[in-house]
Structures are given as structure tokens and as C-alpha cells.
């Protein structure tokens, strides 16, 4: 069974070029430039003339059916995954869950259970440890060796639920090292952020926005300076820190990666789009629908701009969701009158393919960093490479066509995420997904989906190949 995607440029992450690309099962067969592709007989032919053609994008920090916040996050691994694949991800990396208290073998259980036989597009796992000990530390090992899960998120904020003190950190990080496997830090300083709320609570200041002000830049800045000592007190442990939002935690990666240290970053579209004020701060308890942590900054201050350039230079590697959609009514309400008691999380893995392609549109990032970010780092730094995020011979048939001259208007009414509104309601973006084939299937196509629940695979990770 053939298919070959006609016409188009391919955009790698080392840039454009026009070029055929053929599908032979699941696998790419070859790339043709296109005076040269050979006949194929009975080929199924997707025209993308005048379209690019790009590896589907790996979308690495995801959080479908996340207990969180006296609720469950409102995707299902169903509902998100069709989601993901209407807007161009063809991969997502979940964070399973242990618990405070559970062993990991069980969280771990209960997150297959969760997808297995649910996904439309293939997916892998993190792992969240929520309680580090000799238990859970040894259970590292395995998950390395046995499960392909081979990055562990630690949190230095939220105390009482996930987070560990820098003892903890300190072993997971050395047990990392030894194995060889990433450390996946949210990096603000929970316990100083928990007195910052329990004063706003007392003063009677209970808006969403208080969100935002109880959890300041700097309280970012200092976990991921600290995050950073320990890695390197640990023995140079690789070290990824994830939604990363203000100017001056990433002034700390720089600094670090400037000396040659194994740490990273992600940033997510929220915080290149969404602010504060204009958010956060809408009237009311509006502002609800954008509680996520780390907090959306100020645009009074530089972050967007250096967001941007720290994507441009690297400093920032990946540009992941954050994906963990709560709806308004009901979810997001349970913080009425409290703002400590909204559920964290935004949902956009529907839009993130787009969103920075209007980064592309604006003159802030090349093409060729476009599909870096979104496809071919994320899948080098969690070991799916090359499998996932390139369009190469032998490589999976992940490939979305792009379509530079259409727009998308993002709504609610138009998503296909499980949310009751849009954190990006109204945006208007020139570029559309046009085509999306995951492992040789066409999943989406004239904006109809294609694909069925159960076609997605677990993906076994590797070690990250970006540091080798
Ligand atoms: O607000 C967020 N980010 N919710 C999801 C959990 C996390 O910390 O990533
Ligand atoms: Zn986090
Ligand atoms: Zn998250």
C-alpha cells in the first residue's frame, strides 16, 4: 500500500527544499525531488502543491484525564488525542502519575489502562513521581530499562500534592544520572508561593488574578536556579525544565547552557500569546479559564520578547502545550470566591502547530525552527528520534500538510478539545492544517476526521539522543 504526498515543500528542521514524499505501509519510503519520483502504481496521491509538508509535530508535555485540583482534567485520551490530530500532533508524551503514597508500578498500570486502545495517535509516558524514596527510586531503574520511560517530572511547587524537597530532588536527580535518564523539573518555589496565597487569601484578595500575583517571576527564577545547582551538585544530570514563562528563569538556563551544562527548556504558547492583565485579569471570575502554573506574565515586563528570542537561539528547545483543559462551568467554577481552589491548566494541543506558525508569519522564527521545536527536538530530547519528528526513509509516516494560504479561526465552536471554551477565542491565524497521516493513515483531510480510537500505539522511549 502506497501513498505519496505530491507537489509540496518539505520543511525540515534544517529547512525547505520541493520534494515527493512515498509511503510504503507505515514506514516513508523515500523523498523525491520531484522531476525524479518514480511511478508508483495504485498509489493513493494527497496533493500538497503549494503546501508544506512537515514530520508530525510531538507534542512532549501533555496531561489527559490528569486528577488535579479536586477534578479531572477534561480531555480523554480519546477526545485529546483526536484533538492533537486535527491540528497537526501525531505524538504526544502524557505525564503518568504516581500519587503521593502509591507505588509507581500502580500508577503506572492506571495510565495504560487510561490509554491503551483509546489513542488516534501513537503516545509515550513520562512519569510524574510524586513521592521519591528507596521504593520509588529503584522503580526509576525499571521504568528505564523495562517500560521505555525514560524522563521523570519532579515539582518543587505544590506542596501537600506533588512536590518534593530538595533532598528528594537531590536523590532523583542522582539516580537520573546513573541511569541516564532527564529530570523534567516544574520549577517555582511552592512553599514561598503557598505563604504568598495564604496573605492574599487574608487580605480578601480572591480574584483569579491573585493567581498570577501569588506566584511572582522571581519565585520562578529562584526554583530554576536552584533546580539547575542541584543537577549540577547531582553530577551534571540532564535537566528539562518545563513550562517555562519569565524572562528571568530563562536568563538562569542560558547562563547555564552558556557553560556547557545538560539543561533545557520548554516554553508553550500561552505564554508567547496570553498575558496577566489582559487574561487573567479579565473582569470577574472570568479569568478562571487562564489559572495555569507557572502563571501567564505581564506584559509590562519583556518575557514575550524574550521568550521569542530564546526560541530563536535554542535557549528554549521545545515549544510543548501544557495540555490540561478544565472546563469553566463546573471545573474552573470551584474556585469561585477563591482563586487557590481553581483547577491549573489550559488546554491547547489542538493549536499549538498553528499558533507558532504565526511566529513563522510575524518574522520571529525561521521555518526551518518552526518544525524543529514542534517535531524533531522534542522527539531527539525523549528519545523517539528517528522514529518520530523527521521525514526520512524508514522513519514513521507521521506528516502533516500544511497549508501557508488558508486561516484558522480558533473557537470553541469550531474545537474539537472536551473544553467548554477557548483559551485562544477568536484568534485568527494565517496557515491551516491541511492533511494529517499518522503511520501511513490518513487521519484528517477537507477537515474531516478519518482516523479511529485504538490506532495509537505506546511508544517505548529511548535515552534522549540530544545530548549525544
Ligand atoms: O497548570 C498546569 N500547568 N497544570 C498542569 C500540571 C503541571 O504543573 O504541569
Ligand atoms: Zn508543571
Ligand atoms: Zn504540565
Known amino acids: 500500500m502506497y501513498l505519496l504526498i505530491k507537489g509540496g515543500t518539505v520543511v525540515t528542521a534544517t529547512g525547505a527544499h520541493p520534494a515527493d514524499v512515498l509511503v510504503e505501509g507505515e514506514r516513508i519510503a523515500g523523498l523525491f525531488s520531484p522531476d525524479s519520483t518514480p511511478p508508483v502504481e495504485g498509489a493513493q496521491v494527497v496533493d500538497a502543491s503549494g503546501k508544506y509538508v512537515i514530520p508530525g509535530a510531538v507534542d512532549v508535555h501533555t496531561h489527559m484525564q490528569l486528577p488535579f485540583g479536586g477534578t479531572s482534567a477534561s480531555d480523554t485520551f480519546e477526545t485529546g488525542t483526536r484533538a492533537a490530530a486535527f491540528g497537526g500532533t501525531t505524538t504526544i508524551v502524557d505525564f503518568a502519575v504516581q500519587r503521593t503514597g502509591e507505588r509507581i508500578p500502580d500508577g503506572l498500570a492506571a495510565w495504560h489502562a487510561k490509554a491503551d486502545g483509546n489513542c488516534h495517535i501513537?503516545?509515550?509516558?513520562?512519569?510524574?513521581?510524586?513521592?521519591?524514596?528507596?521504593?520509588?527510586?529503584?522503580?526509576?531503574?525499571?521504568?528505564?530499562?523495562?517500560?521505555?520511560?525514560?524522563?521523570?517530572?519532579?515539582?518543587?511547587?505544590?506542596?501537600?500534592?506533588?512536590?518534593?524537597?530538595?533532598?528528594?530532588?537531590?536523590?532523583?536527580?542522582?539516580?537520573?544520572?546513573?541511569?541516564?535518564?532527564?529530570?523534567?523539573?516544574?520549577?517555582?518555589?511552592?512553599?514561598?508561593i503557598d505563604v504568598l496565597i495564604g496573605q492574599a487569601l487574608a487580605r480578601g484578595e480572591t480574584d483569579p488574578i491573585n493567581h498570577g500575583l501569588?506566584?511572582?517571576?522571581?519565585?520562578?527564577?529562584?526554583?530554576?536556579?536552584?533546580?539547575?545547582?542541584?543537577?549540577?551538585?547531582?553530577?551534571?544530570?540532564?535537566?528539562?525544565?518545563?513550562?517555562?514563562?519569565?524572562?528571568?528563569?530563562?536568563?538562569?538556563?542560558?547562563?547555564?547552557?552558556?557553560?556547557?551544562?545538560?539543561?533545557?527548556?520548554?516554553?508553550?504558547?500561552?505564554?508567547?500569546?496570553?498575558?496577566?492583565?489582559?487574561?487573567?485579569?479579565?473582569?470577574?471570575?472570568?479569568?478562571?479559564?487562564?489559572?495555569?502554573?507557572?502563571?501567564?506574565?505581564?506584559?509590562?515586563?519583556?518575557?514575550?520578547?524574550?521568550?521569542?528570542?530564546?526560541?530563536?537561539?535554542?535557549?528554549?528547545?521545545?515549544?510543548?502545550?501544557?495540555?490540561?483543559?478544565?472546563?469553566?462551568?463546573?471545573?474552573?467554577?470551584?474556585?469561585?470566591?477563591?482563586?487557590?481552589?481553581?483547577?491549573?491548566?489550559?488546554?491547547?494541543?489542538?493549536?499549538?502547530?498553528?499558533?507558532?506558525?504565526?511566529?513563522?508569519?510575524?518574522?520571529?522564527?525561521?521555518?526551518?525552527?518552526?518544525?524543529?521545536?514542534?517535531?524533531?527536538?522534542?522527539?531527539?530530547?525523549?528519545?523517539?528520534?528517528?522514529?518520530?519528528?523527521?521525514?526520512?526513509?524508514?522513519?514513521?509516516?507521521?506528516?502533516?500538510?500544511?497549508?501557508?494560504?488558508?486561516?484558522?479561526?480558533i473557537s470553541v465552536d469550531t474545537h474539537h478539545m472536551n473544553m467548554d471554551h477557548s483559551a485562544y477565542e477568536g484568534y485568527e491565524i494565517a496557515g491551516k492544517v491541511d492533511a494529517v497521516i499518522s503511520r501511513g493513515t490518513v487521519l484528517v483531510a477537507n477537515n474531516t476526521f478519518h482516523g479511529h480510537k485504538g490506532h495509537g500505539r505506546y511508544l517505548p522511549r529511548g535515552l534522549s539522543t540530544y545530548l549525544l
Open 122 to 192: 501513537d503516545y509515550g509516558f513520562h512519569m510524574i513521581i510524586g513521592g521519591v524514596d528507596d521504593e520509588s527510586l529503584k522503580a526509576m531503574d525499571s521504568l528505564v530499562d523495562a517500560e521505555g520511560i525514560s524522563s521523570f517530572k519532579l515539582f518543587m511547587a505544590y506542596p501537600g500534592v506533588f512536590y518534593s524537597d530538595d533532598g528528594q530532588i537531590l536523590r532523583a536527580m542522582q539516580k537520573a544520572r546513573d541511569n541516564g535518564s532527564m529530570i523534567m523539573m516544574h520549577a517555582e518555589n511552592g512553599i514561598a
Open 214 to 409: 501569588t506566584r511572582p517571576a522571581e519565585l520562578e527564577a529562584e526554583a530554576t536556579r536552584r533546580a539547575i545547582s542541584l543537577a549540577q551538585v547531582a553530577g551534571d544530570t540532564p535537566l528539562y525544565i518545563v513550562h517555562l514563562s519569565a524572562s528571568q528563569a530563562l536568563e538562569a538556563v542560558a547562563a547555564a547552557r552558556d557553560t556547557g551544562r545538560n539543561v533545557f527548556a520548554e516554553t508553550c504558547p500561552q505564554y508567547l500569546y496570553l498575558t496577566l492583565e489582559d487574561q487573567l485579569g479579565a473582569p470577574g471570575f472570568e479569568g478562571a479559564k487562564w489559572v495555569c502554573s507557572t502563571p501567564l506574565r505581564s506584559k509590562h515586563e519583556p518575557h514575550q520578547r524574550d521568550l521569542w528570542r530564546g526560541l530563536r537561539t535554542n535557549d528554549l528547545a521545545v515549544v510543548s502545550t501544557d495540555h490540561c483543559p478544565f472546563c469553566f462551568r463546573e471545573q474552573k467554577e470551584l474556585g469561585i470566591g477563591d482563586f487557590s481552589k481553581i483547577p491549573n491548566g489550559i488546554g491547547g494541543v489542538e493549536h499549538r502547530v498553528d499558533l507558532l506558525y504565526q511566529g513563522v508569519v510575524d518574522g520571529k522564527l525561521s521555518l526551518a525552527r518552526w518544525v524543529e521545536t514542534l517535531a524533531t527536538t522534542p522527539a531527539r530530547m525523549f528519545g523517539l528520534y528517528p522514529r518520530k519528528g523527521v521525514l526520512a526513509p524508514g522513519s514513521d509516516a507521521d506528516i502533516v500538510v500544511y497549508d501557508p494560504n488558508g486561516r484558522t479561526r
